[in-house]
Each structure stands twice: as C-alpha cells, then as structure tokens.
C-alpha cells in the first residue's frame, strides 16, 4: 500500500471538500497484473460525505472529486471508485 499516495489523495479531498466522512482504500494490490499497474500508477476507491455536493448529480460530483486531485489524475492515479454522497444520502 502507498501510503504517500492515499494520504495526499486525503489532503486534497479534505481542502476541496470539508467532509464530514472520507474513507481512502488504496486496492492496487488487487490489479497486480493488469495493464495498467504495470504503470506504477494506483487503482483506489473513495467513499466521501459532504455538503458540497447538495446541488450536484453524481456526475457532477464525480467531476469535482476528479478536478480537486488534479494532476495526481495523471501522475498517481490510474483507476478511481468515487461514492460521493452528502449526509442525507448515508
């Protein structure tokens, strides 16, 4: 597991968003062999609650999960599960 890598995704999320849950799964042990780990870049998961996504669909929150972790997009991350949700939703 990376360590680094799941705790800057954290940061990012945490600025960008304030949530009052965020959960970070670092699975890149599970694609071990694929294609695309072969990259070195990561395959995580990202369960998140906020009230920045009241006024959003989830397209919309999958966008701005993915706007917020910029360039790691391109340079950490090769596979991204969001659950983005706000607390009426959980």
Not at 11 to 21: K, N, S
Not at 58 to 66: D, I, N
Request: glycine share 6%; proline share 1%; hydrophobic share 40%.
């Amino acid at each position: 597991m990376n360590e680094a890598r799941v705790q800057s995704i954290r940061d990012r999320l945490q600025v960008a968003f304030a949530p009052e849950y965020l959960e970070v799964e670092d699975e890149s042990h599970l694609h071990e062999g694929h294609a695309g780990a072969a990259s070195g870049l990561g395959h995580f998961r990202v369960t998140i609650v906020s009230s920045s996504f009241q006024e959003m669909g989830r397209m919309q929150r999958h966008r701005a999960v993915y706007a917020a972790l910029g360039s790691m997009m391109e340079t950490d991350i090769h596979a991204l599960s969001v659950r983005a949700l706000t607390a009426d939703e959980i």
